[in-house]
């Protein structure tokens, strides 16, 4: 890669349940980004998506970005990193200032009306991750770009993704400890979302499920704005726990049936090694088929249950778009297709070409591709962030602002 002739370069960091996933992106000059490289690391101190224990964190984190630093050829030292975790709340709400007479209406107006904003909704104790769906407005009428105008009365409008700020703390922390800068941060959702979705399906309506091994997070996306996101502590994780406890073996072997047969009919029966190590356990397909069908149900309820609430039985051009790695379960979307009763596709990270059903990039880097893509449409903008970050105006609202 090295020689590269233009070099924009983004990178996306993923800290996952199960894995550290580094993509490495340059924005170059083509119709769309490059990927440079990528690197991953088995994840330690990290539960359903929290960072609980930043030291080894950061051991992990270190290995999976040294690795893309390699595979790229570019030394890079600050990402966009996802935040997750089961405690995420989104809210919507507005906001209005009074501007003052002949006052010309430029970006740092924007940004401390972002700030006013979050400290209005926000209880003290929770720091902001993303702010999306961004609408300004003077006088009361929507403006698409308010920078250069004048008016009397500056409006916002927008949903704030929220997380508690001790968790947030953890993934600073775990940084500094690389020496990592942060850009920005984003939930891991909509990150995979933007790495698996159209532009027409984002329009028409799409449900985005993100299947990964601790959580299972489920986005609305509609006319290009999130609608709705939930979160559910439960993952393809939990398959692999339970394979383990039912069929008496360890969590590896487990992992490999779970991988083997997925959703399909067993018939017969299946070996897999006793805990003691010494020697194999024979156990019906049907159970195996039992325990893994069963947790999937429960996955598949939690996303019905949001289907129901937001009543999109019958409205979802865009369908449904499974992603992460629990998404490429043997059989799943046929099953989802059936329970759901909507169109059900795989998602796969776009950067990548037209076959990627078997190519393991698809699936573990497809929330750092989100991250890094994210980045590219904002650099100018995380410019400014920068200064207002500098600047001391913010604490637990930086890298969000827009
Ligand atoms: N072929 C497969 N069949 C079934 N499950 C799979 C397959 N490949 C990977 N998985 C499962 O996907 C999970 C990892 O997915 P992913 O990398 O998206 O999770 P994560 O990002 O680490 O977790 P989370 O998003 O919950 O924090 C693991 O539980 C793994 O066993
Ligand atoms: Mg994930």
């Known amino acids: 890669m090295a ?9 996306g960091l993923d800290i996952g349940t199960s894995g550290i996933a580094v993509a490495v992106l340059n924005r170059g000059c083509g ?9 991953f690391c088995p994840s330690m101190g990290v539960e359903k998506g929290r960072v609980i224990d930043p030291e080894d964190t950061a051991t992990a984190v270190k290995k999976a970005v040294n690795d893309a630093r390699v595979a ?9 990193v996802n935040v997750d975790g089961p405690d995420i709340v989104a809210r919507n709400d507005s906001v209005k200032q009074a501007i003052a007479r002949r006052q010309v209406i430029e970006r740092h107006d924007l940004h401390k009306l972002q700030l006013h904003f979050c400290e209005t909704i926000l209880p003290a104790n929770w720091s902001v991750v993303q702010l999306v769906n961004i609408k300004f407005y003077i006088d009361g009428k929507h403006v698409t770009r308010p920078q250069g105008c004048r008016g009397r009365e500056l409006g916002l409008s927008a949903t704030v993704l929220a997380i508690p700020s001790k ?31 159209s532009g027409v399906e984002r329009q028409l309506g799409v449900i985005c499920v993100d299947i990964g091994a601790g ?20 993952g393809a994780g939990h398959i692999t726990a339970d394979l383990a406890v039912g069929l008496h073996t360890s969590l590896e072997a487990a992992e490999k049936v779970k991988m083997e047969y997925g959703l ?57 778009v499974l992603t992460g790695g629990g998404a490429r379960l043997v059989g799943l979307p046929e099953l989802a297709q059936d329970y759901w009763m909507i169109p059900v596709r795989r998602g796969y990270n776009m950067l990548l070409g037209e076959d990627v059903s078997d190519n393991e990039n698809a699936y573990r880097y497809t929330t750092a591709v ?9 650099r100018q903008v995380t410019c400014g962030v920068r200064r207002i970050v500098e600047g001391g105006l913010v604490g637990r609202f930086k890298s969000w602002l827009r």
Do not use: W
């Open 31 to 39: 119709p769309k980004p490059e990927p440079l490289g990528y690197g």
């Open 215 to 234: 959580l299972t997070k489920t986005v609305f996306i509609n006319h290009d704005m999130l609608y709705h996101l939930s979160i559910f502590p439960v």
């Open 264 to 320: 399909g009919v067993i018939n017969g029966h299946v070996q897999v090694p006793n805990l003691s190590g010494a020697g194999y356990n024979t156990v019906p397909g049907e159970l195996v088929h039992k325990i893994i069908r069963s947790r999937i149900e429960e996955i598949l309820d939690f996303v019905k249950q949001f289907i129901e609430k937001l009543k999109l039985e019958a409205s979802l051009p865009g369908g449904i």
């Open 167 to 197: 968790q947030m703390d953890q993934i600073c922390q775990c940084l500094r400890n690389v020496d990592l800068q942060v850009n920005q941060t984003a939930v891991g959702p909509l990150a995979a979302a933007q790495a698996v979705l």
């Open 72 to 80: 790229a050829g570019v030394p890079f030292s600050s990402v966009y």
């Open 370 to 378: 989100g991250l890094a893509l994210g980045g590219t449409g904002q």
């Open 3 to 11: 020689g590269t002739i233009q070099r924009d370069v983004t990178a």
